[in-house]
Structure formats: C-alpha cells, structure tokens
C-alpha cells in the first residue's frame, strides 16, 4: 500500500495529531452533548475540579488544590490560583460556584441528568474557596466531579450560553479550539499557559479532529496517511492493521450482556421461567466468543458490573458453556423442542450472530431485530423487548452504581423488578460507609446471578490504531489523552 | 436463383406472432444469456437445501475468515471460505439467492399490482381517474425512495416482509406511468372500439383486449422493477435497515464483508459480484424482452 | 331500389358538444362536432355521408353505435330512443366497420377468436357452434377455413378488413356502420369491399351507413348521400341530383376535386381559400361562407335555413 | 427538349431478417426539363424507395446500383457526400407524403425555410427571409410575413404543405420529387394543391416526379405515366396512352377498380384484382403480375422485358400484340 | 405558456402539501413524539407537558394544520437531538449534497449524452455496443460496492484521491462518479432512443432532403428534439439522487444531508428526518416543476399555444 499525495498530511513533521472519531457530534458543549467523544472532547478542553490518576485511581486536585468532606452531603474545595481561561478570563470560585449552580439546575437542560442530578447547590466561601451541597449522601461524587463535570467561566458563559460554549467553546484545558466545522473538523491547539496540575502537559502542537462515519473510510484515510490515530477497531482488522501501525488494546468498562423479561413485562414469555434463563446461560459459549470474535484484552464476565468498579463482588454463581444441560433444563421448563423469541440487538451484529447460532444449537430459534440505539432503547423502555443483547459503559463510572444500580432500581430498563434488589441497591448507592456499600452490592449482584436476570456476557476492549511516530497510552476508562501523547 | 413461384401463386400466410417471438428469442444473444443466468440463479436458489454443502447458520468460530479455495489457506471443504462466524460461504450464498429472489419477486408482486391497476385505471378512463392516478405517481415520485425506505424500516425494525411491503409500496411508479401510456396508446385502437360495440363489459375489454397488449410492457418493467428493488434491498441491507441475519441476504453479506473490505476482499467480491451477475442478467433480460416485444416496422 | 321507407334508425337534432381544456385559466371551450343533426336511414338503404377531415362523420359513428352520449338530441331504433337501452341490445342490430384495418383486430388473438367475440359475449350457443358460424361467415366474407387460426399479422389489409366485416356480420345485425372502411386500402383491393359490401347487402338484407371522405365512392354505391361540413349537413339528395346537380357551394366544391382517371382535363381550381376554419372557433353565419366564392352578405351575419328543393334538401342562402 | 434525369436499371436491394429484399427490380426512365412523369403503382411496390434513390436518402443498408443514374449530366452515384448534399435542396427538391410531421416541430416556419437558401446560396438572412416571402405568397398563404414566426403545429394541414412546397421552390430547383405530396389531405385541400403546383411548375419550368397511388391525379397531373407492379415499371407512356389505351392487365385491372361518377354504373360491380402483391424477398424470375393475372399462361414464368408498344407507349407483358389490343378494347368497353 | 405553468403550479402545490402530510405522519409512526422529546429519565410529568407545549395532545389534524403553517413560515420544528431548528441544520448541511448532486448529474450528462448521440448515429456499431455494455452493467452495480471498490483502487493502491471530506473539489470526485453512474445508464438510453426515433422521424428526412450537412442535422434538427425528455428526467434524476445520497455520503464522510438524514433515523430525530424529507421532496417538485417549465419552452406545441 503506496502512501498518497492527497492533501493535509498529517503527523509528525509538522506536529498535528489527525485523528478519526466516528460519531459526529450535536455540538462541543460539555453539557449538551452525550457522546463519548464529547466526554474525550472535555477532558481536553477543560478541566474539572478534580482528577483520578488513571493509574493509581486516586481522587487528585485539578481546578481544586484540596477537597475535604465536611458531611456526607457537604464537600469544601480550595481553588487553583493563577489558571486561566482559553479567552484570558480567570478562574476563580465565581467560575465554578456559577458552573455548579447552573448545571444543578434541571431547567439549564444539561443533558445527563445522571451527571449532575446529585447537585443540590454550591456557595463562594472565599475568592478561591467554595463549598458543596449534595442532595443525599452520594460517593460517586468525586468520581463525577473528577470527570463529566467541568468548569465553565462564568462570565463567558453567562454571555454566550450553551449555544456559543456548542460553538465556540473556552475552558481552561490543555487544549484550546482553535476552529470548528459542524460535524465534520475540529481543530485543537496546544495552549502553552496550561497550568501544571495532575493532568501533565501537552506536548503535541494540533490535534485536528475528524469525524469519519464508516469504519473503511477511516482506514482508507489511516493507509492513506490522511489520519493517524484511529480507535475501536475490531479485533480482526486490529490484528491486520497491526503489520503497518502501532496498536494498543485495553479493556473498557463496557460489557455485554443478555437480558431477560423475568418480570414479565411484555406478557408471558418463556424468559420469565429461571430454567429457560439458565439454559440460555449454558448454551451462550462465551469463552469462545471471547477468544474468536472480541479478542484483545476481553474477560467472560458473571456478575452484573465491570469487574474494577467498586462493589463489583465477583463471587457469584457461573454458569458454564454445557449446551447438553440446557437442552435438559429447557426440557425441564416445558420446551423439548424449543421455542422461537423476539431478541433485540443494537450493536455488534456479529456477536450478536454468534450467540443466536449457539442458541439455535439448543432449539432455541429467534426473530431478531436489529435496531439503532435511540429505537432499541426506546422499545426496551417501553417495555416491549423481552429478550435482548445489550452492552453497557457505566459512563466510565467506576462505581457499580453506574450499572447495577441503574438497571435493578425499578427504572424504565428494569426487566427484573426484584424488591429485594432494589432495596440492596438503594441501601448501598446512599452510604458512605464503603463496606456498607460492598456487603450491598454483592447481595443484590449475588442474587441477580442466581435468578439469571442478567446474563453478563463479556467485557469490551478497544483498540487503538496509530501511527508508528505516535506514542499513546490507553486507559479503561476508554477516553483517550491525546494531552499524554508525544511524537516519538 | 431461387424461383420462388410457389409464393407467388398461392397465398401464403407469414410466421404467426408466436412464431416470430419464438426466432427473434433465439437470435437475442444477450436475452438468451440473461435468461440462462437468471435459469442458473434460479435453480440454484430453489436447490440450496441439496446443493449446499454446508447448513448456511452452523457456525464454527475456530474456522473464521477461511478464504476460498483459490487463495492461500482455502479448502476444498469451504469452496467460497467462510464468513466472521466460520460459516460456510457458499451455503450462504446459495440460500441468499434465495433471499434476494424472493425480495425482487416479492416486492414486484406487490408494486406490479398497484402500479397496474392505478396505470390501466388511468390510462383507459382517463380524465379525472388519469389526473387522481398522475397525482398519486408525482407524490409517489417525490418522495426519496432510500430515506423513506429506511425510515419506515427503521420504525418497523427489517423483518423479511417488512422489506418487501415496503419496497412494494414504493416501486410502483414506473409501473404505473408506463401501463398509463400503453394502455393510453391501446385503448385508441380500433379494436378496443369494436369490442365496445359488441357489448363487451370494461372489465372484459381491460382483460381480454387490452392486458395481452401490454403485456411486453408489463413484463419489462417487472423485470427492471425487480432488479431495482434487488439492489434498493441490497442498499438497505449495507445500512443495516435490510433483511436481518442469520438470514443471507446477498446485500446483508457485502455488508458484513465490508468489515474486512481491504483485509479480506474476497468477502464483498463475492456477494457482490453475485449481486451484480444477478442484476445484470436481470436487466440483459428485460432489455431483450423489450427488444423482442417491441413492434416490428420502425427502422 | 329495394328498400322500404320505414326508418329503422332515426336522428332527432343530435348535438354532441366536446369541451375543449384551453388551459387553466381559460377553462374549457366547446367544440360543437355535430350540430343539430337530423337523419332517418331507412330499412336497406344505403346511406351515404361525405365530407372532410373533421367535419363529424365519426362522431355520429359513434353516437349511432351507442358508443357516445350525444349532448342533446335521440337516436331512435325502429322508433325506440336508444337512451336506456344496454350496449348488448345495440351491438345487436348495430355494427361498427372501422377503417384501420390494422387497428381494428387485435393482434394477440386469432382471427376465429376474433370473429367469434360477438358470439361469446352474447352467449350464444356452445364452442362447437362458433365454430360452426365462423366458418360460414368466412366463406361468406371470401376468406379460406385455414385462416381460423391466424394472427392479423399474417394477413393483409384487405384480408383484414374482411376479417372485420365478418365479426360485424355474425351476429346478423340490422344495421352496419362502415366509418370509411377502405380509404387505407389500395384501389384494388377498395374494389373488391365494395363489392364485397354491395354482395353482402343483398344477401342478408343489411341497411348501410356509409362514410367517406370520396364523393365518387358514395356516389357509387349509396341511395342517398348526406353532405356534412363542420358538424352541419349543408345537403341531402339522393346520388344523382347530387352528381348532376349540385345545389350547395361546398358540394360544388366536392365534385369539383373529385379527379376522375381523365387524362387531359387538368387539375380545377375549386375556388376555395387557402384557410381551413378552426373547429373551435367556428365562422358566424354561414359556416362555409370564409371558403365559398359565392358568399353574399348575409351569409356573414346569418345561418341559412334547411330548404326542400325538388329531392334535393340544402342549407344556403342561395335558396332562400 | 433535355433530359434533367436519366435513370437506366436502377436497382435497390436491401437485406431485411428473412433475406433479401428486392424492392425495386431494374428500372429505366427519363424526365424532361419541364416535364410530369408520374410514378403510380400500390403500396410497396417500390415507389418511395426509387424516388429515394434519386436523392440517395436511402439508409445506409439499402444497395443501391444502377448502369446509369445522372442528374442534369452528372452521375449521382458518383457524388461525394458533400456534393450530394449541394445538390439535394438545391437542384433538385423534395415534397414529402405527411405535411404533419415533414417540418421540425421545434423551430419557426421562417427559420425553415431560410435555412434552405442559406445553406445553398450565399445571401443575406434578410435576402432570403424576402424570397421565404414571395414564395409563401406565391403558395397561396395570406399574411405570409407574420408566418413566418409561426411554429408547423399552429397551421393547418394544408398550410403546412403550402409551406414544404415552398421550402422545396427556395432555391429554384431543376427537379421536384413529390412523394404523395396530397395523400393525407383532404379532397378539397388536394385539389388546390395541386393546382397549385402545377401553376408553379409552368411558372418556374421545373421537372416533377411525382409519385401516387391515386390513378386520377396521375391522369390530371402527368405528362408521362410509369405504373410500377412489385418493383418493376409494367406499362410506360404518356398520360393519354396509359389512360385511353392501357395495354398492360394489371393497368387495365387498376383502371377497372374505381367508380368513375357519370361513367360506372350506380351500385354496379367494379372490377377488381384478387390476389396480393407477392413478396418481393430473394430473386424472382418471371412476371410478378402472374398470380394475379387473368391471362397469364406458361410464357409469365419467364423474365418479361419492357416492350415498346407504341411510340413512346412501352409495356412488359409476354402478351403479343393483337392478344393485347383484343384485351384492350373488352377493357375500355 | 403561462397558463400551462399556473396550471403545473397548482399540481405542485397540491403534490407539496400530501407529501408534507405524509412526512409529518412519519413522526407519529415513529412511536410517541413527546416520549422521545422528553429524551432519558423524563418523568411522566415531563412528557405531559411537553405534550402540552407542543400541542401533541391536539387532534392529529389540527396538529398537522398548525405544523404546516409553521412550516410554511419555514419552521420545521426542532431536532431532538441537536436541539437546534431544523431548518438551521438543514440549511447547513444541503450545500454539500446540492454541491455533490449538481456535479453527479453534470458528470452523468456530459458522459451520457454524447455517448447516446453517438450511438444512435452509428446503431449497432462498436460505440454503440460499449454505449450498451456500460449502461447494462453501470445499473447491475451495486453503489456500495461500487464505491467501496473505488476506494480500495484510489485511495488505498494508488494513492490519488482522498477517500473522505468535502475540502477540495478532489474530494467530490469519486462520490459523484458513485452518485453519477447510476443515473447515467438512463440518459444514455435515453438520449440514444430518443436520438434513433428522431432521426427516423419526416423532419429529419426533410432536413437531409433540404441538403443540411449532417453536423446540422444531427445538431440542430435531431438533438433539440431529443433532448426534451432528457431534461425532463435530468430533473427527476436530480431529485433522486439528493435522495439517494444516504450511501455515498455515508461510505465517503461528506456531512451532507444525506448522512444527516441517515444519522438521524438512527438516532430517532424524527423531526430531521421528516424536515429531510420534506425539502428533498420539495427540491424534486421545485425540479420538475422547473424542469416541465423548461421543456415547455423548448417545446413549441406547450409553449405557444
Ligand atoms: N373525443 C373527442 N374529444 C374532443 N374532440 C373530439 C373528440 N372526438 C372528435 N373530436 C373533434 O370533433 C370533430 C369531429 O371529429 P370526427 O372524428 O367526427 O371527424 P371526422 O369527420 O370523422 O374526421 P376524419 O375524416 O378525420 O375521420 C373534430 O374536430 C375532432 O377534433
Ligand atoms: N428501410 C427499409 N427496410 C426494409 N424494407 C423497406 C425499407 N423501406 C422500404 N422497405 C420495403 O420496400 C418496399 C417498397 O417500399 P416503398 O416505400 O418504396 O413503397 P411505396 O410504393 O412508396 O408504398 P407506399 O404507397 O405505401 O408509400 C416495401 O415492401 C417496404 O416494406
Ligand atoms: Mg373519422
Ligand atoms: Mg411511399
């Protein structure tokens, strides 16, 4: 493969980073857009008050120097002195007082809720000082306030609104936007007044961002030179691409699981029968779905939750690949020869594909549907979806609460509806005490395995895909530091 | 020198329609090419339990990716290799035929009726009916064919019959507009007047009289029609609004394929060089009919 | 001659109004085809109707064989208005010769599917009978058994035609409208319909009603020939009046561009103008008067009266 | 008097599916500077293709050969393209059967019929726009420079024939072909075009070929009648010849066909000839007329000649003469 | 001339207004409006009133009157996700595929007609043959095969051109061969058909009889003729082809509105896709409006008359 004369070649002579997303994005504000490539976009232009070292996972001052938990529902930060905003406007505790306040509020339409909702206000305690009020106990507050939650400046924002922050945005991150095309470039630069926090420095010049729908295009531009750094690829390409780039895999927090309508919610229907669930669960051979197909650094997963996330109690029931027990539990259950079912996928077709041939492979045959997101989600939530494979990020979230929490509270995605559950949940996700919260979690993940609500399936990894000048660290938290890349 | 007196002595009555069909078919090279590939798919397709060599679902993940037979690492077993699942690709085509012949067949089954009955309607009553059915084909034509496709699809999620109602209440434009305009041009022959005279009932003069006149017609834009909606299938099935797996659809394949487009090649060349010899023979075949059927004279 | 002088079909002041689009704005305008038309045919006779390209000879076809709502006005068989009556009745006593013969046969069925339609559509008798009647009116026609199963393709104009006349004929009808059944054929096969027709109409008793655009074709075979210009008759005299004695201008002008096989006379100057008149917007007066070289006043602002002179009736100022 | 043409064995072969087509089969004719000679025959008898040929605006396909084939001394068989595009138009002119359709819907009357003059002589737009004029005075239409902005589809037919005439006079030619100049026409409307044209054929001394199958124009119109049979001229002569004493059966069969008023009898039986016109694909031997012929004998089955019969009165029949003229009087009588 | 357009007005208006009711009922087909504007975690309140707000608890009817007055005012609505005014993003993204339209069908032109001119002139000659061999094979060619193989060709092996983005005219390139290969086929045989029956037709043997040179008879007298349906279907094609652009802005990145309208039915922003659908449909009609105008004008019989 010849390397191409086509313009804007990227890399290492001229220090710009072209790299490819995929998703095209509604807008760069912080607050409006959901996409994971806003959350990327975020941690590059702006800054929270606090940052986890990916590393070690320690909670570190950002935009805050110091934290210190008053009450389970009161934190005081001592501010960052001398940081400035892209636009030269300072920050101080007027910035992130206002930005807190203001995403607090249901009404600014900050569009996870789930990222803020816990806010009740926050008050200016001194110049560079201020202090936090929570709803309710909430411990995944660091974890929040390290990620989604960045500081706007006040009075920038209070001029321009989320419509100029989508356009134009100014924060105080290690990069800064120097030019946005709606959905097609962004351009990021260096900003040399960055101030050194746990963050580090930027050492690459431009990152020029590039949104690239289909996957062939992306690598056509990779094999073309006209990006360097790609991610998400699958593990087969991954593999191919590995003769030419440079590619890194790491896992993520995401993973894939089947669910199942126990609690009858689209009528009756054999997923509500805890036999025909556990032969569902033997008959999906995930270790060979694993090995063949997701590749990389992917791990079976039993219990409902990414194994690094806190409270993600691991010893639970397993279910083994063994297609001749759940021949006989189907039996057990009434169903010799089978039976046909809706089942609903929105990603990942192939493993989708692979797990409806295991389970035709024990009579279970499927009317599948494959659907986008947002019509999938809306099914599931309307409560139509009996049988589905689905995959979930937690938000990065490194907290059980991101995951089991969400699907086994009674919310809109509940297809258990377990009281029990619910309570364990509920119980654990309000403490502070973290072995509350572990003893909890693992009664409610120790009973959702054994009533096969869920049949956690596997975890994701990405792969990165770059350019050999590159040097580039991935995380499982899967947003990628373009501000700790160098040229080689 | 041939002395042809007997012709000029006794009248001779020339070949009969039937006859003359039946010679210019033979002398249609490209109808004849069209048509014996169209035998070949069909053939295929209804044989695919007894010619495939392998169950077109029966996965196999340690064999993924092998290639066919005439690459590096291809077998004798997997004739075509076998696709990101490990199944054999050539079962799998073989039941696409199926697939993809049942949406053209289908779809034109469904579109061939509304578009008929709306044309003949028009073309014969004309006046108001001709103005209600134009009206109909200007909305129907100025609708985005693939977007509203796929929205619907996307609503109603890609189940085989989704598909083909879908296509089916989209494709009738061009059977309406042409059966308007030959049924328009028929219903001015005198014979359509003399079957009047006679008493005939309208129904009886549409289907006696004037049907087997566009007929040709008829079955030329069926044939287009079907190898339209063929590729417009096809099309859906890349944007993953199509025909939805394990089934194997020839579009749902080169998608699948495409995954590995500069890796393994092989995967969409395959499908979609099936696709195209299909189209293709298709098309040779409703051109030849058109040539064939066309009114002798002009030249 | 041979006929009786009952009317067996009877025009009263048919009109037939068709209504022009002239666009959106403009609406419609009519467009008078036929204009107060008054005609008896009488029981087998042949009736003879001439004029040009236009003037309404194929409407009147058409009204007469049921085909075609007139505006206003009835059509009387044997003295019983036609309106109400089903096209079945009709097409019993009244048939079409068209003048097409490639048009006029449908080219995907056989001639004895063809010639049988009338039989079927009637419901008269069984497969075997059909048979049996096609047979015998393709013989009547002059047309060999063999050609039962024939295409019209395979046949030429003139066998064509025959063919046509032969579905016209098995159903025994009364009445048959010949709408210019020869003009697309050659003079010598023109000669042997006629001849053909004139046979026919002896045979069976048939009473004719014969259009054409040639004076001497009507002239020859007609008892009484109707001349119509722009939807009007301007006259109606039995042949020989009409060729010896022509009252109308435009009848003059007829029989003036008749040009008979006569070496040596030359081509006449019929006097007409060059301009045709445009059906839609019809001259005032006289419709002829534009064209007619001996147009008076009045013909300008008035329409002439029907007049009897002798056997000859005329619509022209000159006999008033 | 000149010969504008001269034609000997002019053949046109042209290969169709089931062989080869011979439509025209050796003819031989003259026409005079000045002169009528009227082509009359049936449908496909060959008519259209000879006259054609002429002009060779024949498709490619067609063959078309000939001993001898010259236009006012010049062999058209020899001329390059562009020589015979200088002389079509030009010298000689054509007047087509269907006025409907022998004009370019698109562009104006005026522009048609500039064109002519323009693309043969050298003049002016407005030179030749005054002679688009004259000549459409001359043809009779009225108001002729208002016409000359209109599209064909706003004139009536006649009008529209009135204006392919004097698209064909534009440039003065020697020869006018006129193929069924006044079949599509009305009787009335026939008549004064041809009237017309014979008004303008004294007027501007041009020869015409004027090809019909109406045996009363030919007696009207011509100085010299061909009457063509399957390809072939089987009786030539001048107009009273061919008229008073036809000579050759299938003439006499024609002339027997139509009613003439005054002279047929009313409702009496006109003669006729049974039969159709034989195919005219691959060779033929003999007279094509003999299926039809009701005197034909074994002598038919061989190649007939074209025999003069009297000065300037030629027939092709193996006939002899005193069987002829006995069948000649029971004819006329 | 005039009255024949009023006349085609009207009949695009009364074609303008069903479709805008056929793609304002497309939202309601996608399941209930309010539920997908309330977006995740709505509370029933929330979508209550939001219901309210937009008035979906009104009569369908009613709804779709106050829809399309508003829409005549130029409002579609607001999309769900960008939380923008459709028409804003609409307007942004039509550029690219207006762009990408007008170069496809002027590349399927200037290919196709002199290629169909040609081939009439010579029937069954060897240019005719290719003519046929491409138009047969150009429309059993599946698009998106067809593009991702051009991709791997020019991009990939040779290095040429750019495989996506809308920067440079480079890179309309190989989308517009893509959009354009299609279209070509018809007006190829179009321009061909058209041609052979022209050239068959009297005028044309008047043309040659009056002793025109061939370059004006097939210049002037044939092609003006043959050309009128031609124009006729360019605008259709045009229509079809902004429709039709879903793929190829897919497979090429161009942020077109064809990857808009396709982005969003995968994200359930119905009111894009409906707004999309509305304006592709008026596009067509504007078209062919145009488009019969034009060939009216080329036509003397509509024109004067
Ligand atoms: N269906 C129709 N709609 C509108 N106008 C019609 C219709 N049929 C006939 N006309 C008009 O009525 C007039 C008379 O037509 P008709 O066909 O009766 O004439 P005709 O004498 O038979 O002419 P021709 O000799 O050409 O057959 C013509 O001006 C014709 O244009
Ligand atoms: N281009 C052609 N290809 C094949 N056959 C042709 C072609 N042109 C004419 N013919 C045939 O040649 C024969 C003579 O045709 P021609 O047009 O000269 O007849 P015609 O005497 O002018 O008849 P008409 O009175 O119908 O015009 C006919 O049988 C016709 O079908
Ligand atoms: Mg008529
Ligand atoms: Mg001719």
């Known amino acids: 493969l010849a390397t191409s004369g086509v313009p804007a070649l990227a890399g290492k002579s001229d220090d710009t980073l072209t790299v490819a997303f995929a998703k095209q994005l509604e807008n760069l504000d912080a607050y409006s857009a959901t996409a994971r490539e806003m959350i990327v976009i975020a941690r590059h232009v702006w800054d929270g008050l606090l940052y986890r070292d990916p590393a070690t996972g320690e909670y570190l001052g950002n935009l805050a120097e110091s934290f210190e938990w008053v009450d389970a529902t009161t934190i005081d930060f001592v501010l960052r002195e001398g940081v400035t905003f892209h636009n030269g406007e300072a920050f101080d505790a007027d910035d992130a007082v206002y930005t807190l306040n203001w995403v607090s509020k249901p009404e600014n339409g900050v569009s996870n809720q789930g990222n803020v909702n816990w806010i009740a206000s926050a008050e200016k305690t001194g110049p560079y000082s201020l202090r936090l009020h929570l709803k309710e106990p909430f411990p995944a507050a660091l974890e929040y306030l390290s990620g989604p939650v960045v500081m706007y400046p006040n009075e920038y924002h209070a001029e321009v609104g989320t419509a100029g922050m989508g356009s134009n945005p100014v924060g105080t991150g290690p990069y800064k936007v120097t030019s946005v095309e709606a959905g097609k470039r962004y351009v990021f630069e260096k900003n040399d007044g960055y101030f050194a926090g746990p963050k580090g420095t930027a050492e690459i010049g431009k990152i020029v961002w590039r949104t690239i729908p289909e996957r062939n295009t992306q690598f056509a531009e990779l094999l073309s030179g006209g990006v360097d750094w790609v991610w998400q690829v699958p593990p087969d390409q991954a593999e191919k691409l590995g003769k030419k780039f440079s590619v890194s895999n790491e896992s993520t927090m995401r993973i894939g699981y089947v669910s199942f309508d126990s609690a009858g919610r689209t009528g009756e229907t054999p997923m509500s029968d805890i036999r025909v669930r556990k032969a569902i669960a033997h008959a999906i051979n995930r270790e060979a779905i694993v090995n063949a197909l997701l590749k990389g650094a992917s791990k079976v997963v039993h219990s409902a939750c990414f194994p690094s996330q806190f409270g993600c109690f691991q010893d639970v029931a397993k279910y083994d690949y063994d297609p001749a027990r759940a021949k006989e539990l189907l039996a057990e259950a009434g169903y010799p020869d089978g039976f046909t079912v809706p089942f609903f996928a929105y990603r990942d077709r192939g493993y989708a594909e692979a797990i409806i041939g295991d389970l035709a492979a024990v009579g279970i045959s499927v009317d599948f549907g494959y659907l986008k997101y947002a019509a999938l989600r809306d099914k599931v939530q309307g409560g139509e979806v009996p049988f589905q494979f689905m995959t979930w990020g937690s938000n990065s979230v490194n907290d059980v609460s991101a995951i089991t929490s969400h699907f086994f509270s009674h919310g809109k995605d509940d297809y258990a509806l377990d009281a029990d559950v619910k309570t364990w949940l509920t119980t654990a996700d309000t403490s502070i005490d973290p072995a509350v919260r572990k003893e909890n979690y693992a009664k409610a993940l120790s009973k959702i395995a054994d009533e096969v609500y869920w049949l956690p399936l596997f975890s994701y990894n990405v792969n990165y895909v770059y350019s050999d000048e590159l040097e580039f660290t991935p995380y499982p938290d899967e947003v990628p530091r373009f501000f700790q890349a160098r040229w080689k | 020198m041939t002395d042809v007196t007997h012709s000029i002595e006794e009248e001779d009555f020339g070949p009969s329609p039937r006859e003359i069909l039946k010679k210019s078919i033979l002398a249609h090279r490209s109808l004849l090419l069209g048509f014996g590939a169209i035998v070949i798919i069909v053939l295929a397709a209804l044989l695919a339990p007894v010619l495939a060599p392998h169950d077109p679902y029966l996965q196999d993940l340690s064999i993924r990716f092998t290639p066919p037979v005439w690459q590096d690492g291809g077998s004798w077993e997997h004739i075509l290799g076998t696709d990101h699942l490990g199944r054999d690709y050539l079962s799998r085509l073989l039941y696409g035929a199926r697939i993809s012949l049942t949406i053209g067949i289908g779809a034109v089954l469904i579109s061939g009726t509304i578009g008929t009955t709306l044309g003949v309607c028009a073309g014969y009553f004309g006046g108001r009916v001709d103005m209600v059915v134009n009206y109909l084909i200007t909305v129907r034509l100025s609708m985005p064919v693939v977007l509203v496709a796929l929205a619907i699809v996307a609503i109603f999620g890609g189940s085989l019959n989704i598909v083909i109602m879908v296509l089916g209440f989209l494709l009738w434009d061009r059977f309406a507009v042409v059966m308007r305009s030959s049924t328009m041009q028929v219903r001015n022959m005198d014979y359509v007047q003399s079957a009047q005279a006679v008493g005939c009932s309208t129904l009886r003069i549409v289907l006696t009289e004037i049907m087997p006149n566009i007929m040709n017609n008829l079955i030329v834009v069926a044939t287009l029609e079907m190898a339209h909606a063929i590729l417009l299938e096809a099309g859906l099935s890349f944007l993953g609004l199509g025909v939805q797996p394990p089934l194997p659809s020839w579009g749902l394949m080169v998608a699948e394929g495409k995954e590995m487009l500069f890796f393994e090649p092989w995967l969409i060349m395959i499908p979609g060089a099936a696709l195209f010899i299909l189209i293709l023979s298709i098309n040779l075949m409703g051109d030849g009919v058109r040539d064939v059927t066309a009114p002798a004279g002009k030249n | ?320 | 008097m000149t010969n504008i043409v001269e034609v000997e064995n002019l053949r046109v072969k042209i290969p169709v599916s089931a062989g080869m087509l011979n439509p025209v089969r050796g003819l031989t004719f003259e026409i005079k500077k000045g002169e009528t000679l009227c082509v009359v025959g049936e449908s496909g008898s060959g008519k259209s293709l000879s006259a054609f040929s002429l002009m060779k605006l024949l498709p490619k396909i067609a063959d078309i050969s000939a001993d001898k084939m010259q236009f006012m001394g010049r062999d058209i068989l020899k001329m390059s393209p562009s020589e015979l595009q200088n002389m079509r138009g030009n010298r000689m002119a054509m007047i087509f059967q269907e006025p409907m359709t022998a004009l370019n819907p698109s562009y104006t009357i005026g522009n048609q019929l500039v064109e002519v003059l323009r693309r043969h002589q050298n003049v002016s737009v407005k030179e030749a726009t005054e002679r688009a004029i004259y000549l459409l005075e001359k043809v009779g239409i009225t108001a002729a420079a208002s016409r000359l902005s209109q599209y064909p589809h706003q004139l009536s037919g006649g009008l529209r024939q009135r204006v392919v005439i004097a698209m064909a006079l534009m440039c003065g030619p020697d020869l006018i072909i006129a193929d069924e100049p006044t079949t599509a026409l009305d009787v009335t409307i026939q008549a004064q075009i041809l009237h017309l044209l014979k008004e303008l054929q004294e007027e501007f001394e041009m020869a015409i070929l004027l090809i019909t199958h109406d045996l009363g124009v030919v007696a009207r119109m011509a100085d010299r009648v061909a009457v063509m049979y399957a390809g072939e001229f089987v009786e030539t002569g001048t107009a009273e010849q061919v008229f008073k004493q036809p000579v050759h059966p299938y003439t006499q069969g024609l002339l027997s066909c139509i009613p003439v008023p005054g002279k047929t009898a009313r409702g009496s039986r006109l003669g006729s000839i049974p039969g159709i016109v034989p195919s005219l694909i691959g060779d033929m031997r003999g007279c094509a007329f003999r299926s039809r012929c009701p005197h034909a004998n074994g002598a038919c089955h061989n190649n007939v000649p074209l025999e003069k019969w009297s000065d300037d009165h030629f027939k092709r029949c193996v006939l002899d003469d005193t069987a002829l003229t006995s069948i000649a009087k029971e004819a006329i009588a | 001339m005039l009255i024949y357009s009023l006349k085609r007005l009207l009949l695009a208006i009364l074609v303008a207004i069903t479709v805008s009711f056929i793609s304002f009922s497309l939202l309601f087909l996608a399941g209930d409006p309010a539920i997908a504007m309330a977006g995740e975690g709505a509370t029933d309140q929330d979508i209550e009133n939001i219901r309210q707000l937009y008035g979906f608890d009104k009569p369908v009817l009613v709804q779709y009157f106050d829809w399309l007055l508003r829409a005549i005012g130029g409002n579609l609505g607001e999309s769900f996700y960008f939380k923008t005014p459709v028409v804003h993003l609409i307007a942004e993204h039509m550029p690219v595929t207006m762009t990408l339209g007008a170069m496809g069908i002027t590349f399927a032109l200037s290919l196709a007609v002199p290629l169909g001119v040609l081939a009439a002139i010579r029937p069954n000659s060897i240019i005719d043959r290719i003519a046929l061999l491409i138009s047969v094979s150009g429309q059993a060619l599946p698009s998106f095969w067809f593009a991702l193989v051009l991709v791997v060709i020019f991009t990939v092996t040779l290095g040429w051109l750019p495989a996506s983005g809308s920067d440079t005219w480079l890179h309309f390139l190989m989308p517009t061969v893509v959009l354009s290969y299609y279209a070509a086929p018809a007006f190829m045989r179009l321009t061909r058909a058209g041609m052979l029956d022209v050239l068959g037709s009297d005028y044309i043997r008047t043309a040659r009889a009056k002793g025109l040179t061939t370059k004006s008879v097939f210049l002037k007298h044939a092609l003006r003729n043959a050309i009128i349906p031609v124009v006729s279907l360019a605008a259709v094609q045009f229509g079809f082809m902004l429709g039709g652009s879903v793929i190829v802005e897919s497979i090429f990145a161009l942020n077109g509105a064809g990857s808009l309208a396709w982005e969003s039915i995968g994200r359930n922003d119905f009111p894009t896709v409906q707004g999309l659908i509305l304006v592709f449909a008026l596009i067509y009609i504007v078209l062919t409006f145009l488009a019969d105008v034009l060939n009216a004008w080329l036509d003397p019989k509509i024109r004067i008359g």
């Open chain 3, 1 to 320: 001659m041979t006929h009786s002088d009952t009317p067996v079909l009877e025009l009263n002041g048919i009109k037939k109004t068709f209504m022009i689009s002239q666009g959106l704005m403009k609406g419609t305008k009519p467009l008078y085809a036929l204009n107060d038309i008054s005609v008896q045919l009488n029981k087998g006779e042949v009736l003879g109707i001439v004029g040009e390209s236009g003037c309404g000879k194929s409407t009147l076809a058409k009204i007469l064989l049921g085909l075609m709502e007139p505006t206003s006005g009835e059509v009387l068989i044997d003295g019983q208005s036609l309106k109400g009556h089903k096209q079945l009745d009709i097409s019993r006593r009244v048939q079409p010769i068209f003048q097409d013969p490639y048009s006029s046969l449908n080219p995907r069925k056989r001639i004895g599917d063809i010639i049988s339609l009338p039989l079927r559509v009637h419901g008269i008798g069984d497969p075997a009978e059909h048979e049996r009647k096609v047979i015998e009116i393709l013989d009547l026609v002059g047309l060999p058994k063999r050609v039962l199963n024939n295409y019209p393709n395979q046949m030429s104009g003139g066998q064509r035609q025959r063919v046509a006349i032969a579905r016209a004929l098995i159903m025994k009808p009364e009445i048959v409208i010949c709408d210019e059944p020869t003009s697309a054929l050659d003079v010598s096969v023109q000669s042997q319909i006629l001849n053909l027709l004139m046979d026919l109409k002896d045979e069976l008793q048939l009473t004719y009603l014969f259009i054409s655009h040639d004076l001497s074709v009507v002239e020859h075979l007609a008892d009484r020939v109707i001349v119509m210009y722009l939807g009007r008759i301007c006259e109606q005299a039995p042949p020989d009046r009409i060729f010896d004695e022509p009252r109308h201008p435009y009848t003059e002008a007829l029989l003036g561009s008749v040009l008979t096989p006569e070496p040596g006379q030359g081509v006449p100057d019929t006097n007409l103008g060059a301009s045709y008149p445009n059906p839609i917007n019809p001259p005032s007066g006289c419709r002829f008067h534009p064209r007619c070289a001996k147009a008076m006043d009045i013909c300008k602002s008035n329409a002439p009266m029907l007049q009897q002179i002798n056997r000859s009736k005329v619509e022209c100022h000159l006999y008033e």
